[in-house]
């Protein structure tokens, strides 16, 4: 669906992105994940043809996106900006954008299907007015109003409440399903490995990794996770003992806060320390008042990757 | 929840006119909410403090309020066209507003022409009301100075006048807005006042009015066309006819300009 091979585009002396190659297959979620800064607006917008490579190609659906109108009939984008007209009310704006291809009466039910569809019902109020959350959702309104065949989202849960976010994850599977190709970005890993069936990781403008989430998740999960917990003085040796008997940690550190001393207990594989954890606590009755991963900084994970 | 219509096959099922009609609806909106045009209209009362010292004052001296080198045309046809011109398009750069427009099934050279099209309808409603607010002001703040139904022609020359300079000056900033990502106010207000200073009073002191300023073509244009018994312009070696084809030369020359350089155009 869409594929980008050695890509590269710069903006003076800045390096947006080099030598990047990815692909999109038709029916997936891919989520595209990388820190901020990291290239993955720039190409979103390669995809979308507001930007021309300066080497390699870009092509969506086996055709060139710059100022292919024939293919933006298949094609809904929404970028991260606030790229609304304040003045209008949301169901004219979507409305006017979805007249550029429907005839009259088709996009007036287009625009209420689509605005249904992502729960906004505001009538009367101008867009200046409305919160992040709605124009967000406006957004993804007029993204899909004309039934697209692929939707790029650029950081769609930016602003989006607990409760919006979730919604809005749901309306994605949810296009997904109804055979919508989804390329969706986010500088945060567990907005994206639940929903999406391939993720792309993007670091400095380069592909770092590419293909099934799980596949991902494991080479995630092969980072040193650094682990706090809190709990009384005695319960922490103890824990630390068992800890250093199972060798699920590759090290350990106690540091003391004020009257309380916390463990910092590092593993390299995650996956098997949380459930062996859980045991030694519940078999030996240790105490544990609190315990935390202190290591989701997806910026620290891209580090280590690199 | 599925959608009921079907999903457009390869081809637009809306036509160039079509699309061309919501695209100018859509841009159109934007100037009744922008303050920008009230600012505008409300200029035009300017040259009217330059009227109030006249003494004896006849159509002769409206005509002078208006005519080659006066405040009007000096100052206040090269700012509208300058901010309509300009914010046309760089405005839907700043505010990001043009990734929805090139994420639509519409050609980016359409986007160009829509352009072109809102700002020159905004531009003659405001150069109309502008001319109207000079044409009467200057009668009711020096009464008697001429009958307003008998030189109803030289309102209408005066119209025509200042939107000739209006269209070929918007033009050129159009195409200056499409072509600068960055300070297109700022270059675009240089370019005004370069070539109208330099173009009307240096090149100018040269063997008559210079062929290279284009405000000396829509003056003499206007001189032979809009208001000839007030105005007597003339451009070395260019007849009057000559003259209108610079200017409409120009128009078609740098909308089609503004068309390429948006093809051709990055937008970060």
């Known amino acids: ?306 | 929840m599925t959608m009921q219509y079907e999903k457009p096959k390869s081809e637009f099922s809306t036509t160039y006119v079509e699309r061309a009609i919501i695209l100018i609806q859509l841009f159109l909106n934007k100037y009744i909410y922008d303050k920008k045009t009230y600012i505008l209209i409300l200029i035009s009362f300017l040259p009217l403090l330059r009227a109030v010292s006249l003494d004896n004052a006849g159509i002769d001296d409206f005509v002078d309020l208006i005519g080659p080198m006066s405040i009007v045309s000096f100052i206040i046809m090269p700012l509208i066209s300058l901010i309509l011109g300009v914010s046309s398009i760089s405005d839907e750069k700043e505010n990001k507003t043009i990734s929805q427009l090139l994420a639509r099934p519409v050609k980016r050279e359409e986007i160009v022409v829509s352009k072109w099209i809102t700002i020159m309808i905004v531009g003659l409603i405001i150069i109309a009301i502008d001319s109207l607010i000079l044409f009467l002001g200057f009668n009711i703040l020096l009464p008697g100075s001429f009958d307003v139904f008998r030189n109803l022609s030289v309102l209408l020359g005066t119209y025509f006048y200042l939107s000739l300079w209006y269209v070929v000056y918007a033009t050129i900033f159009l195409f200056v807005g499409v072509f600068l990502d960055k300070n297109a106010l700022g270059l675009g207000l240089a370019i005004a006042y370069f070539e109208a200073f330099f173009g009307q009073f240096i090149f100018g002191g040269f063997g008559g009015n210079s062929p290279f300023s284009i405000a000396n073509h829509v003056n003499y244009v206007a001189s032979e066309y809009f208001l000839s018994d007030f105005m007597s312009y003339r451009v070395s070696n260019f007849d009057e006819f000559s003259s209108l084809l610079v200017c409409v030369g120009i128009v078609i020359g740098f909308l089609a300009l503004a068309a390429v350089t948006m093809r051709r155009k990055n937008f970060p």
């Open chain 1, 1 to 306: 669906m869409i594929n980008l091979e050695n890509v590269s585009k710069s903006f003076g002396d800045v390096v947006a992105i080099s030598n990047l190659s990815m692909h999109v297959r038709a029916g997936s979620i891919t989520g595209f994940l990388g820190p901020n800064g990291a290239g993955k607006s720039t190409t979103l917008k390669l995809v979308i043809g507001e930007l021309f490579p300066d080497l390699g190609t870009v092509s969506v659906m086996g055709e060139n996106p710059i100022n292919n109108s024939r293919l933006k009939q298949k094609t809904g984008y929404v970028s991260e900006h606030d790229d609304l007209y304040p003045w209008m009310k949301g169901k004219q704006f979507v409305t006017s954008l979805a007249k550029l291809l429907l005839p009259r009466e088709e996009a007036e039910r287009a625009a209420k299907e689509a605005l249904a569809k992502v729960g906004l019902a505001v009538k009367g109020k101008k867009i200046k007015a409305y919160s992040k959350g709605m124009k967000q959702r406006l957004k993804v309104a007029a993204a899909i109003v004309h039934n697209p065949d692929l939707l790029i989202l650029d950081e769609p849960f930016g602003g989006l409440d607990p409760l919006g976010r979730r919604e809005m994850k749901k309306l994605v599977s949810d296009l997904n399903h109804d055979g919508v190709t989804v390329l969706i970005s986010s500088h945060i890993l567990y907005e994206l490995d639940q929903m999406s069936n391939r993720m792309n990781l993007i670091h400095r403008g380069q592909t770092l990794a590419e293909g099934a989430p799980s596949e991902i998740l494991e080479l995630i999960d092969q980072f040193p996770h650094q682990i706090l917990i809190h709990a009384p003085i005695d319960q922490l040796q103890s824990l630390s003992k068992l800890m250093i008997d199972e060798s699920i940690i590759s090290s350990l550190n106690f540091m003391k806060r004020d009257k309380t001393t916390n463990l910092v207990a590092v593993t390299n594989n995650p996956k098997e320390f949380y459930p062996k954890v859980t045991k030694l606590v519940a078999e030996n009755e240790i105490f544990i008042e609190h315990l935390e991963s202190t290591t989701d900084n997806i910026e620290a994970i891209f580090e280590y990757l690199t």
